[in-house]
């Protein structure tokens, strides 16, 4: 079991990068986390003015989420046509039947859950997954249909994974040999769990206000670190061990190519915005009500129908006058904030999808551009790909279950800016000019994966469409010790030889016309 300090220990990349993942963290939720984070810089000697100036304006200032529309964009092409999954010999199985449909016991889809992942990978950098299961032991494989026991997923941010560590391997492989994550956070307590090859540890903590520190601490300014290599828990209210029956730890880290937030520099262009909306929007209030500028002696207001009463020997230079600033302030922080779009766009490579203010973009400037964010998709696709195969593998591990060869996860790898009536006319047309088997059938594939969302429904069309079919009839690929048997079967049923071939593109002709002259 693990001392206090051992419980309170982080990792040194925790403690470096902490401040930075809840100022990402921020900048893509908004609203009043960002708000909380006091991104809004104070004027000089703001404080000492009278009232809360400074509080007024986090008020009044509103922020353009460009952070969140930029990663929504990308999650949107990335998952515009559904991942093909050919779950083969494991389609039927209750069990994964249940994990595509809730693979987080929260009712999160499979798709959903993957959604959720890429959202935060742009945002953080990386992410950590565990596959888990209930430490139920019942009697019958049915007991645990019944009861639900099953693995499941669950995604952690990097700021609720405290500590790890990786041990070479003699082949030179670095295993996981220890994790140390917040599994659930409450107002009194954090639950923590520490993962080892052999054994699960699970610790109550109570609470010192650590949350408050980081809050506090910010990320602004200078870079760097917040914390220490502890953190402020207190003692420990209960704890409790348990086998792994695994004998590794059930997990791995999800990572971006440089594993780090690929929101950065947007979301200091972001805060570069603003503050400069913040100032923008007391320009315009000032400009709408300027400030009088008056004597004590001078019996003066300001507004619509004001009357100013003035000394009779009041000196012309002493006359009241209206204070107000020049409409070409406003004027320079709107080009200022338009300027900042601009390049938020060219960061994310969407000025062509975004609409944002200035000319249009050339036919080859907005095919450069989409070939650059083409790249960037198939990069997310690729590392998606990857973690929902590791997932998998975790899955059936847990379940016992031995997938075949033919199961198959596949995330689109080439993204454009054609709508779905587009690519059903274009597949429409493809298909009416094709002779091809082979390719009609592969048209029919991409019609499907356009036209049916659910993913149980899509993998069992695509199960079909994998079988040979002739006049409705659907031929299995044979085993080597019953395939000549089902040759000469079709040749006493009158296949003729183009027909086999078709059906069964693996035999050889001379095995053909050998099983004809028998």
Request: contains cysteine; proline residues 4%.
């Amino acid at each position: 079991m693990l001392t206090d300090k051992q419980i309170k220990q982080v990792h040194p990349e925790y403690s470096e990068y902490a401040a930075d993942w809840d100022y990402y963290y921020r900048s893509y939720i908004g609203g009043n986390e960002y708000r909380e984070g006091a991104y809004l810089r104070k004027y000089l000697n703001e404080d000492s003015a009278p009232g809360d100036q400074y509080g007024q304006r986090l008020l009044n200032t509103a922020l353009q989420n460009h952070v969140k529309s930029i990663v929504h964009i990308y999650r949107s092409y990335l998952f515009r046509t559904s991942p093909t999954r050919t779950l083969s010999n494991t389609v039927a199985l209750p069990d994964v039947t249940q994990f595509m449909t809730d693979v987080d016991l929260n009712g999160t889809d499979l798709n959903a859950f993957m959604k959720k992942i890429q959202d935060s990978l742009m945002v953080y950098g990386s992410m950590w997954m565990v596959v888990d299961r209930p430490a139920y032991r019942t009697l019958t494989r049915a007991e645990e249909l019944n009861l639900g026991i099953r693995a499941y997923v669950n995604a952690y941010v990097p700021g609720n994974v405290l500590d790890w560590e990786y041990t070479p391997s003699i082949t030179g492989r670095q295993d996981l040999t220890f994790l140390k994550l917040i599994e659930h956070s409450g107002d009194e307590y954090d639950q923590i769990v520490a993962w080892y090859p052999d054994t699960v540890e699970r610790y109550w903590v109570e609470k010192k206000g650590y949350k408050q520190k980081i809050m506090s601490k910010g990320s602004i300014g200078a870079h760097e670190s917040a914390y220490n290599d502890e953190i402020e828990y207190g003692k420990v209210l209960k704890a409790e061990e348990y086998a792994n029956p695994l004998g590794y730890i059930p997990a791995f880290r999800c990572s971006t190519d440089d594993g780090h937030s690929q929101i950065a520099d947007i979301a200091d262009t972001q805060r570069q915005i603003y503050n400069r909306l913040s100032e923008l929007e007391q320009s315009i209030r000032i400009s709408g009500h300027p400030t009088l500028v008056k004597t004590a002696e001078t019996q003066a207001s300001a507004g619509a129908g004001a009357v100013i009463t003035v000394p009779e020997d009041l000196p012309g230079d002493k006359n009241p006058y209206l204070l107000q600033p020049s409409g070409s302030t406003i004027q320079n922080i709107l080009t200022s904030i338009e300027m900042d779009i601009t390049a938020i766009d060219k960061m994310a490579h969407v000025a062509g999808m975004r609409g944002t203010v200035g000319s249009p973009m050339s036919g080859v400037a907005l095919q450069t551009e989409m070939q650059m964010l083409n790249s960037r998709l198939s990069d997310f696709s690729e590392i998606l790909q990857e973690a929902e195969y590791k997932i998998w593998d975790l899955f059936f591990n847990w379940q016992n279950i031995q997938p075949d060869a033919e199961f198959q996860i596949e995330y689109e790898k080439t993204f454009d800016i054609r709508d779905k009536h587009s690519d059903l006319e274009l597949l429409r047309k493809a298909n009416e000019f094709s002779t091809v088997p082979a390719l009609q059938k592969e048209i029919q594939k991409q019609v499907a994966k356009l036209l049916v969302d659910d993913e149980l429904t899509l993998s069992q069309i695509l199960d079909s469409m994998n079988q040979p079919v002739i006049d409705g009839e659907v031929h299995s690929t044979q085993s080597p010790d019953t395939v000549l048997e089902h040759i000469a079967e079709m040749i006493t049923e009158g296949f003729t030889d183009q027909q086999i071939k078709e059906m069964h593109p693996e035999i050889a002709d001379v095995v053909i016309q050998r099983l004809r002259n028998q």
